[in-house]
Structure formats: C-alpha cells, structure tokens
C-alpha cells in the first residue's frame, strides 16, 4: 500500500550519501524522499524556494503515479524499470533513457502544476498516455533537427508539451 501524504510538502525528505546518483538531486523510494546530502544542506536553509518547491513537487508525482499502478510501490518499480530499459539506457545513455521513461516524463512535465496530482483520486495517471507511444518516438522529439545533437531538457519538454497539448 503506497503512503498518501495529502500535499507534496508532507512527503519525509532524508539526506542520502549514496541515493541518488551522481548527477541527480532526488529519488523517492517507498514514499520518502532521498535527497544527496549536498543538495539537502541547501534545501534546509531555504526549503521554500521554486527550485526545490518542484523537486519536491515532482518527487510527489511519482508517489502519485504509484497510486495509478495498483497502489503498489512494487508494480509502480517494475513498471518504472520496464519502461527505463526501453529507452536502451546501454546503447543510448542512462540519461536519455531517464529522459524517455514515461514516469518521469509526466513528472517533468506537470512538476510546476500544484494541483494536477492532487486533484486526480486515481493518482498521476498521464504517464499512460505517454507511455502509449515508443521511446524512439519520444527520442526523436530530443534531437535537434539541424545538428542531431540533444536538447537540453527544457528544450525537449517544450516539444512534448507542444505534441501532447491536445491529448490531455
């Protein structure tokens, strides 16, 4: 059974030396929210800046997402690493496969909305939707279409939020 905090800012945050990886701020894992310790030591002196209000907020979405997935942290883990290994973290890079894993997509996307998770009694459920086309398609919208480098994140996601506007 997932824990259901009733607002974002309710979910535990616990500084992590190990959890997550390098290059990462946060993981929630069983509804808490592992945050590296340098990042924690930041955030507790100023935990209501945007930055980590979005974090914290994407954080959330996942919790929700668990919800949408049989309110099962164990299905919403399988699930999460089946869609992961679809985007061929060993042949494209563990970062774009990241990128291309739906979950994450949907937590990306809605991070910034305080009342799209809330507001939904079956979870974050968008991920579906996301899920319904295949990583090479969403690895397509990443690339740059006059060099074939990647975007940067935000570039990327203004795509997807451009594609999928009217299928929300």
């Keep these: 059974m997932c824990r259901r905090p009733k607002h974002y800012s309710d979910m535990p945050v616990v500084p992590s030396r190990w959890l997550p990886p ?3 701020t946060a993981i929630t894992l069983f509804g808490r929210v592992l945050m590296r310790e340098d ?3 930041a955030w507790s002196r100023r ?3 945007k930055d980590y209000q979005d974090l914290c907020h994407h954080e959330w979405i996942h919790l929700r997402q668990a919800v949408s997935v049989h309110n099962s942290w164990f299905c919403y883990y399988v699930l999460y690493f089946w ?3 679809k985007g061929r973290p060993f042949r494209y890079g563990f970062h774009t496969a990241y990128l291309l894993n739906p979950f994450e997509l949907e937590a990306y ?3 910034d909305d305080d009342h799209y998770a809330k507001d939904n009694e079956e979870g ?3 991920w579906k939707k996301l899920a319904a086309y295949s990583p090479s398609f969403w690895r397509a919208l990443m690339l740059d279409n006059s060099s074939g480098n990647h975007l940067k994140r935000t570039e990327y996601l203004k795509r997807v939020r451009e594609f999928m506007a009217d299928k929300w």
């Design 22 to 24: 390098k290059g990462y």
């Design 39 to 41: 990042h924690y030591n």
């Design 47 to 49: 935990p209501s800046s």
């Design 83 to 85: 869609h992961y290994l």
């Design 109 to 111: 996307l809605f991070e």
């Design 124 to 126: 974050a459920v968008g």
